[in-house]
């Protein structure tokens, strides 16, 4: 029983590492079809998010059956609530990848943040793009290191964040209504998709040492 268990637990840990790979496709296809107002690509970014839902419903009801079934306690239980939780989180972050995209196809042909921020947006997504691969290899290895690099990152991504928000509010900002509130949601899906990445990293840690980090901000 105990090598099935095992087994079991193999299979959720891969199925993690699965849904982070395809987060790690839609971010990458969305900020793309963001920054390049490529219709396309906004598509594609939507179509992951489906499969993303469908993986991680699929993985939730086996993590219940484990549950059920095996009645796991101590580091196992930790185990598999943890893989439950850090679900969620990978399943909001393909959402906050979907938001991205549609308003770069709600926009399209014209690209939906002015000219003055289209470095800023390009930069955060290079950097929502490499926290998903880290994501994806910490899910993979477990190496602990990644995880203090995966919370650098996220600095950058809120130093970006609200350098958006005084752009948007200072007295040089000729935008449009629609163009401050296409970069107010934008930045805000950009920083909420890294923070997701930290609270996993923070969750996988947890599993790895034993300790709660608190440095880390969920």
């Known amino acids: 029983m105990r090598e099935v268990f095992q087994s079991e637990l193999a299979e959720v840990q891969s199925r993690l590492v699965e849904i982070s790979r395809l987060v790690a496709i839609s971010i990458d296809k969305a900020t793309r079809s963001f920054n390049e107002s490529d219709v396309g690509l906004a598509e594609e970014a939507i179509t992951e ?17 484990i549950l059920a079934r095996q009645q796991p306690v101590a580091r196992d239980l930790r185990i598999v609530v943890s893989a439950l939780r850090i679900s969620a989180s990978l399943e909001r972050m393909g959402d906050l990848s979907t938001h991205i995209a549609q308003l770069a196809r709600y926009r399209f042909p014209d690209k939906a943040i002015p000219k003055g921020l289209r470095s800023t947006f390009a930069e955060m997504g290079a950097l929502d793009v490499v926290i998903a691969k880290m994501l994806t290899e910490l899910l993979t290895s477990e190496d602990m290191k990644l995880a203090e690099i995966i919370r650098n990152e996220d600095d950058k991504v809120d130093a970006l964040h609200l350098s958006v928000f005084e752009a948007v509010l200072g007295e040089s900002w000729k935008g449009l209504a629609a163009d401050t509130v296409d970069a107010t949601l934008a930045s805000r899906y950009h920083e909420r998709f890294a923070d997701h990445a930290v609270s996993i990293a923070k969750k996988v840690q947890y599993l790895g040492t034993g300790a709660w980090h608190q440095d880390i901000n969920a």
């Not at 998010?49 to 086996?62: A, F, G, Q, R």
């Open 49 to 65: 998010d489906e499969k993303i839902d469908e993986l991680t419903v699929e993985l939730d009801e086996l993590a219940i059956t």
